[in-house]
């Protein structure tokens, strides 16, 4: 097997001395340590040395576009057709272009990715007569010029002047609403009547900047701004004004925002025209059915993507915007559901193309590669419900004969628990009753026999002699502990 290899000094084609080695994938970079492991594995068969570093920037400007250069056309077929052997590329794309127009099997995979990293760890032992330093010089000027190639040659160059553009005029519009709202209620404090009678933000500030303090409207000249009748409005609001006096000091701070705003104000009108001009240029059509500002927030979204899907990307987004107005034109509903629906399409569509980077290298060179997305599988554990009931769980769907015949059985639980606590009530009801009317006994009880104790007492006494006091106090003290 042959291995293509590129250099910022030139092309270089190397032959594999031991493939056993490549099998495994894991242990290869152990075979790489040293210079004298490497030649046992891989040996220089050719080297094509650029002249120049404008010849090697035109090689690597043809392999970044996935084009072959006519000197890399040469050595490949003078070296590798005559060798009949698979050629190892490092990029998937410039392998399908050498299988279409030379006729060569190519070969991409994990194993190559890993050859070429040992290749270049001991590239200074595996290619001789290239010097270190030779090596470093014309990396660095490779690198500066690829760099100055691709700013000056950008396909985006003229996408990138509208976005800018549109952000900046946005930008601007945010900016001069702070600045118009704060001058607005601050001058508000002096001349508020002058805010309700004029109302274009920018003739309010250049009448500020003419007159200034609310005392000098009576003397000034405003017809080049107002017109006839508001100027007399104006004139006499500022005689009967209901503000407060502000200092000079204030005054100038005032006048000074208000210049700002009227510079900032010109400026966005330049960037406004600007853009149109631009947007004509560059899209016409767009610019004549959407407007300005509409097309360039259009170039501007799409202008995330990649250059290659621009035209998909951008015809698919003219299309869904065009069902979103005939549907908010037409439809009952109001919602945004649609919208965003078909956002979502667009960038599922959008990263599927950009997913289409790996091909294959076998067969034709267009068909897709197989590559497995890396998706992250996390246990998530669910809470069962299932457990916090204990009634026995029943199928879905049951006959109308079982519901009713349980119904039923309900009911006459009901019924008896009901009878059961209504006995129950009675029966407490009729040991009230009894334990009152026994009560009510033992009282009666009582009384009568307090009334026949004195009575049996007074019968053996025949005198009329008067009891003493002693005998009454234990007769009150009997009837005490009777009661």
């Not at 309010?204 to 007399?232: F, I, M, T």
């Not at 004195?454 to 009661?483: G, H, Q, R, V, Y």
């Amino acid at each position: 097997m042959l291995v293509l290899f590129e250099t910022s000094v030139g092309y270089a084609i190397f032959k594999v001395l031991n493939e056993k080695k490549l099998q495994e994938v894991d242990s290869l970079w152990k075979e790489f340590e040293t210079p004298e492991k490497a030649n046992k594995i891989v040996k220089l068969k050719h080297f094509e040395k650029f002249q120049d570093t404008a010849e090697a920037l035109a090689a690597f400007t043809a392999l970044m576009e996935g084009k072959i250069n006519k000197q890399l056309k040469k050595v490949l077929k003078k070296i590798v057709k005559e060798a009949h052997e698979p050629l190892a590329v490092a990029d998937a794309k410039l392998g399908g272009v050498i299988k279409e127009k030379l006729n060569l099997s190519c070969i991409h995979s994990p194993v190559v990715n890993e050859l070429m990293r040992g290749i270049r760890s001991q590239m200074d032992g595996l290619i001789p007569g290239v010097e270190p330093r030779e090596m470093a010089a014309m990396c660095l000027g490779l690198a500066h010029s690829l760099s100055r190639y691709r700013l000056k040659f950008s396909a985006d160059k003229v996408d990138t002047m509208i976005v800018q553009a549109i952000s900046l005029l946005d930008d601007l519009d945010k900016e001069l609403n702070n600045y118009i709202m704060r001058c607005r209620e601050w001058y508000g404090w002096h001349f508020p009547e002058l805010g309700k009678i004029i109302s274009d933000n920018l003739t309010y500030c250049k009448c500020l900047q003419k007159v200034g303090d609310r005392k000098n409207y009576a003397s000034a000249q405003l017809s080049e701004l107002l017109p006839e009748e508001v100027e007399a409005e104006v004139k006499a609001a500022a005689e009967i004004s209901m503000g407060t006096e502000v200092s000079e000091e204030d005054i100038c701070n005032i006048l000074h925002l208000c210049t700002q705003v009227i510079e900032i104000s010109e400026y966005r009108t330049q960037l406004y025209e600007y853009l149109q001009n631009r947007m004509m240029a560059i899209a016409p059509n767009v610019t004549v059915m959407v407007g300005e500002l509409v097309g360039a927030r259009l170039i501007a979204h799409a202008g995330q993507t990649s250059p290659k899907h621009k035209g998909k990307i951008s015809r698919m987004l003219a299309a869904k915007t065009v069902l979103a107005i005939r549907y908010d034109a037409f439809g009952e509903d109001s919602s945004s559901a649609m919208g965003v629906e078909n956002r979502a399409k667009l960038e599922a569509r959008l990263r599927a193309l950009e997913d289409r980077g790996i091909r294959k290298i076998s067969g034709t060179g267009k068909a897709l590669a197989k590559a497995e997305k890396y998706e992250h599988k996390s246990e998530v554990k669910t809470y069962d419900p299932s457990g916090d009931s204990t009634l026995p769980t029943c199928s879905k769907k049951r006959k109308i004969e079982q519901v009713d015949q349980e119904h039923e059985v309900i009911e006459k639980k009901a019924k008896k628990a009901r009878v059961k606590v209504k006995v129950e009530e009675e029966e407490v009801l009729v040991v009230e009753e009894q334990e009152t009317s026994v009560k009510k006994k033992k009282k009666k009880d009582k009384k009568k026999h307090i009334k026949e104790e004195p009575l049996s007492e007074e019968e053996p006494c025949t005198s009329t002699a008067i009891p003493s006091p002693e005998k009454k106090k234990k007769k009150k003290k009997k009837k005490d502990n009777e009661d």
